[in-house]
């Protein structure tokens, strides 16, 4: 059993755990990936490691509350609880090569995930440039982290409360366009997003490495659930990724590839939701007065 | 009484109970239902007790088959249990999944001009009465400080960890997935192997004093060499499976309704999707169900699907039924339950529709040609032969590949496929390090990967210096106990120690 030792509200749908796994945080590494359940009646699902502490014994996740499993986890994962179980370090570790600078991007939950790799590149002597988007300042979290490890740092919101008004791939053109050296980019974060990241450094030729998020439910190669297509081939994203080169990622296939279960995806949230707020409501008039 | 014949031992085998076919393709219970006490000793009886013995040879772990069925007749049971057990801690495992056919059964004097003694079905039996009785076969076991660690929980781990845990090693085995069984589990459906019975049949080898420690991801959580230097094993033996299912390449295998078996069944299985939405993990299945292979694989996830519901399965294969892998009862059986059989047809490609989900499958028809290396006729299209037939999801039981992860976080020497290169005697290229079962073999059947895992023991103990207990003990010296198996020829060579030739 794998306790949580912090939790952290980050947004309304945004939080952070911290799990206990002395042996996890001494073996992760930027890139990889954990399987979680949170009970054995759950589903596997995939989360990045965002941060790890070998002194804590601890690893981080920031997880987004979108389906079932995830908001289930939001609601009721608290500080001294237990997950049924966790997994990993899953997948290859991001290549840290010795590059001279470097632009890390994440958006939506490709945030936290991009960190790490920040971080690494920092320590390895490159001069990192941040850019990370958010839809409104409210929702932005990690900002100082960030500043601790990037050279400079560029916030896009899609409101313009923060930073500059518009998506990361305008960060990624205004960095492009002040530092003609930039030899590779690092994108995590939707799909859309990523292909666009990709699609912005196409022209520039600058080497663009992303992070795949497909269904997954093993993580070790066994089901074949997770394979995606990279210049024209299959891979098994949990253990031959889930960092691919962008410029030859089938992003479009991968996008369908997420719907596969969307009926199940809406019936089974549909269903929590119904079921917890008749657990709400029944227990309303045992509140203490 | 006169020594039994061919001609008066009883004509047929005794039949073995079943659910009724349609009545069966609405629940995951078992088909089969085993013998009762009475089917039991009518079938033993039939055997002949043979002094050439081949069904021993037959076997890949070199159970002493006239030896447990003597027991039987002479309604000793717990005797025949303790006869088996001297070989395997897995019989109602090994008794239901074992291709008897082509082992013991196939190699059975008396198949020469009936039916053969259906020596699976008596090891179910025994095997089953252990379990309902609490029996435990429980040696006394003396520690001897050597730390052993395992890799998998399949059933080459699991042999491997009860023999070195019955030589007095401390071991642990090392598990990737939440539960133990390897393919046991998450791959063999209920109906055909109850996931209670390996809970059972495993938990006399946790009874052993094995350690299992869930969630593990060797390699990644720790590399083979930490494993060593870091956590103080002694001997490591690597059972981590074949894994890693194949696809063909063809057009249309990104549509969404296109998935292996090994996903199918995984999340039937292990993740008991067809619960949900009680249970969270879901699975999307369509009314036509096409599976491409004829293998066990094959039949499992057909038969799943059946039992979920599907209207119509095929099973698409590109040879005949004679060249099938598949067990000949699990062809029956699919056969029984609706599975609508092509043989001789090869998927062109997978059509889909505007949601990008399966709508059909286009395929050519195929004859048999020259024989290929692997001796069997090599199936060739016949032109113009091609045809559609609509579907919805199409499943892919063509085979699997190498897992590549133990072999990207370590030195060991692979073979070309990426499979674990081992010597004779199950060493890999790593010192103290051993490996069997399918990650050496390719997928190969259950009681191969046992006898690679008890090879790999005895190797191991030579390692560590241990003495292995059959030069020690004074027990029946007439019982045949030590074999080997040398994996890559897929030949079963039988190696007795000397001194220990049975007594014929
Ligand atoms: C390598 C990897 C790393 C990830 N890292 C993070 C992370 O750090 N933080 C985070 O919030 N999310 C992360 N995700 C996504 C996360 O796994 C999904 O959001 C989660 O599984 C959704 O489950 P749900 O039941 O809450 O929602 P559902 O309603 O089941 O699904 C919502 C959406 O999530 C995707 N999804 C569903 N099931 C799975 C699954 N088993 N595996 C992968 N995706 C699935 C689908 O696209 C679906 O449309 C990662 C995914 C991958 C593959
Ligand atoms: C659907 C299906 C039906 C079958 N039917 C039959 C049958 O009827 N009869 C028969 O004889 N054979 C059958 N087989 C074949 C048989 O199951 C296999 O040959 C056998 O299970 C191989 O055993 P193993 O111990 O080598 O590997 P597996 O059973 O594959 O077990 C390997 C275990 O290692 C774990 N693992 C992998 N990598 C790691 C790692 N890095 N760290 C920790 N753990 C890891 C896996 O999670 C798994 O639990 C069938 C196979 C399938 C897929
Ligand atoms: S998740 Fe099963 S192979 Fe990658």
């Known amino acids: 059993m794998y306790e949580i030792l912090a939790r952290e509200e980050f947004s309304e749908s945004t939080f952070l755990l911290e799990v206990q796994h002395p042996l996890l945080a001494k073996a992760a590494n930027p890139g990889q990936f954990v399987i979680v359940m949170v009970r054995a009646d759950g589903e596997r699902i995939p989360l990045t490691i965002a941060d790890y502490s070998v002194a804590r014994g601890t690893i981080t996740l920031v997880i987004q509350a979108v389906g079932k499993t995830t908001r289930d986890m939001q609601q009721n994962c608290r500080v001294g609880d237990m997950l049924y179980a966790l997994v990993g370090p899953m997948g290859i570790p991001s290549h840290i090569g010795e590059v001279q600078k470097v632009i890390c991007v994440g958006g939506g939950l490709g945030v936290a995930p991009v960190f790490p790799q920040a971080r690494a590149f920092k320590q390895r002597g490159a001069y990192v440039i941040g850019v990370i988007g958010f839809r409104s300042k409210d929702l932005i979290f990690w900002e100082d982290k960030f500043r601790d490890v990037c050279d400079e740092l560029i916030i896009c919101t899609d409101d313009g409360s923060a930073g500059i008004q518009g998506l990361v791939t305008d960060g990624v053109a205004q960095a492009i366009e002040s530092h003609p050296d930039i030899e590779e980019v690092i994108a995590i974060g939707p799909p859309v997003m990523m292909k666009f990241c990709a699609e912005t450094t196409r022209p520039h030729k600058i080497k663009t490495m992303v992070s795949l998020n497909p269904i997954m439910v093993d993580g070790t190669g066994m089901c074949g659930g997770c394979r995606v297509s990279v210049g024209g081939e299959i891979k098994f994203c949990c253990v031959d990724g889930p960092d691919f080169d962008g410029h030859q990622v089938d992003f479009d296939e991968l996008m369908r590839r997420l719907d596969r279960f969307k009926a199940e995806e809406k019936q089974s949230l549909e269903r929590w939701s119904r079921a917890t707020n008749c657990r709400l409501q029944d227990e309303e008039p045992h509140t203490p007065q | ?504």
């Open chain 2, 1 to 504: 009484m006169p020594p039994k014949t061919m001609r008066t031992i009883c004509q047929q085998r005794t039949p073995m109970a079943a659910q009724d076919p349609k009545q069966r393709i609405d629940n995951f219970s078992e088909v089969t239902l085993g013998y009762s006490l009475a089917d039991a000793r009518n079938e033993a009886e039939r055997c002949l007790m043979c002094p050439q013995e081949p069904c021993v040879k037959g076997c890949p772990v070199g159970i002493d088959i006239p030896g447990f069925i003597q027991k039987i007749c002479d309604q000793d049971y717990r005797g025949a249990y303790e006869v088996l057990a001297d070989a395997t801690l897995l019989p109602a495992i090994c008794g239901r999944v074992c291709p008897q056919e082509d082992q013991c059964e196939g190699a059975c004097v008396v198949t020469q001009k009936l039916e053969s003694v259906g020596i699976g079905r008596l090891e179910r039996f025994i095997g089953d009465m252990a379990i309902a009785e609490g029996w435990s076969s429980k040696p006394d076991i003396e520690p001897n400080g050597y730390k052993v660690a395992i890799v998998g929980a399949g059933p080459a781990g699991i042999a491997c960890a009860a023999d070195m845990a019955k030589a007095g090693c401390d071991v642990t085995i090392f598990e990737a997935l939440h539960r133990p069984g390897g393919v046991l589990t998450y791959g063999i459906p209920d109906f055909r192997l109850p996931n209670t019975v390996v809970d059972a049949e495993f938990e006399k080898v946790l009874q052993l004093g094995v350690k299992v420690e869930a969630n593990t991801l060797v390699g990644r959580l720790f590399s083979l060499a930490q494993l060593r230097n870091e956590l103080g094993f002694h001997a490591v033996f690597i059972g981590t499976g074949a894994g890693y299912p194949s696809f063909m390449g063809i057009p249309g295998e990104a549509l969404n309704g296109v998935l292996s078996a090994n996903e199918f069944l995984t999340r039937c299985n292990l993740m008991q999707a067809g619960e949900f939405p009680a249970r969270d993990t879901p699975l999307h299945m369509g009314r036509k169900v096409a599976v491409i292979g004829a293998g066990n694989t094959a039949m499992d996830a057909m038969r799943v699907a059946l039992r979920l519901g599907a209207e119509e399965v095929y099973c698409l294969y590109r040879r005949t039924k004679a060249e099938s892998p598949a067990r000949e009862e699990e062809l029956e059986h699919a056969k029984e339950e609706g599975v609508i059989f092509q043989w001789l047809t090869a998927p062109l490609e997978i059509l889909g529709d505007a949601d990008h989900q399966v709508s059909g499958l286009r395929c050519i028809r195929m004859e048999l040609g020259e024989p290929d290396n692997s001796a069997r006729r090599r199936p060739v299209a016949i032109e113009n032969s091609d045809f559609e037939f609509e579907c919805n999801t199409v499943i892919y039981a063509i085979g699997t590949n190498a897992n590549p992860i133990i072999g990207q976080t370590s030195k060991l020497k692979l073979n070309k496929r990426g499979y674990i290169e081992v010597d004779a005697e199950q060493r890999t290229s790593l010192a103290g390090v051993f490996a069997g079962g399918d990650i050496v073999t390719g997928s190969a059947t259950v009681i191969l990967a046992m006898g690679a895992g008890r090879s790999a023991a005895r190797s191991m103990k030579r390692y560590l210096g241990i003495k292995e207990a059959e030069e020690m003990e004074v027990s029946d010296p007439a019982r045949p106990r030590a074999f080997g198996i040398d994996t890559r020829q897929q030949q079963f060579t039988r190696v007795r120690l000397p001194g220990k030739e049975r007594a014929a």
